[in-house]
């Protein structure tokens, strides 16, 4: 039976590709020196916030200085100098960006009824969030849609030293549990479901019908993937027996 499921954030629980493009849409309209058309600037932050957040997930460089990294490129194109110490473009990073970023997180319909489900299952799963931001901001996340109670764990780089695949072996530790009795779940077909996987878990696929870094239609997947295309589908998907 299953003893441990994980829920990815981005994609799974909060709809962060629309908080992002609605935020820097914002800034950008706004923006009286823009340096290219709106929908490139979205375009140019989307592709920063991948590239450092990388750099981040390798240990290259701090949460606040991924960040930090992001607006020093962005800027230019925006039309705007370049703060010269790292205390202004945190600043800036938390008066034009992570506030409007924040007010508009939303979460998907499908949560808190696939949550409640699960919680009325007699000896259901334990739940844990696991995901590769930054741990003060997915609990800010969860506290924001009263979702946290529902969840035994918030793990992350921080707390297991490592992001994703390596993080599910570790966050399986965590949890003290076998990686063949949890479970993870998220949008990401090769992150979150073919990685896990290869560690251990059962991996499965919330096909939300968009790819979450091109925005194009979601990525062809092969027989043997548990697929979903709602959460509320997901308890008729979890493995009855470990082998």
């Known amino acids: 039976m299953t003893e441990v499921i994980f829920f990815d954030m981005d994609g799974t629980l909060v709809d962060h590709r629309s908080a992002v493009l609605e935020t820097i849409g914002e800034i950008v309209r706004a923006a009286p020196n823009a340096t290219a058309p709106p929908e490139e600037l979205v375009a140019l932050w989307w592709t920063l916030e991948a590239r450092h957040m990388r750099e981040y997930l390798a240990g ?62 007699p000896h259901g799963p334990r739940l844990a969030v696991l995901a590769n931001g930054d741990p003060e901001q997915q609990r800010a996340k969860l506290a924001r849609f009263d979702l946290t109670e529902y969840f035994e764990a918030v793990l992350t780089p921080t707390e297991l030293g490592a992001a994703k695949p ?33 560690a251990g878990l059962t991996g499965v696929w919330l096909d939300r019908g968009i790819d979450f870094v091109t925005g194009g239609p979601s990525p062809t997947a092969d027989g043997t993937v548990r697929r979903i295309e709602r959460l509320t589908d997901l308890i008729d998907h979890l493995p009855r027996t470990t082998g």
């Open 166 to 198: 390596a993080a599910y072996a570790a966050a399986c530790r965590w949890m003290r549990t076998d990686p063949a009795r949890a479970v993870n779940v998220g949008d990401m077909l090769g992150s979150d479901v073919d990685a896990a996987a290869l």
């Open 60 to 121: 290259r460089c701090s949460f606040a200085e991924h960040h930090r990294r992001r607006v020093r490129s962005f800027l230019p194109a925006l039309g705007e100098p370049v703060p010269g110490s790292p205390e202004l473009l945190d600043a800036w990073i938390s008066e034009r960006y992570l506030k409007a970023f924040a007010e508009s997180w939303r979460t998907y319909p499908d949560v808190r009824p696939c949550l409640e489900s699960l919680k009325r299952l």
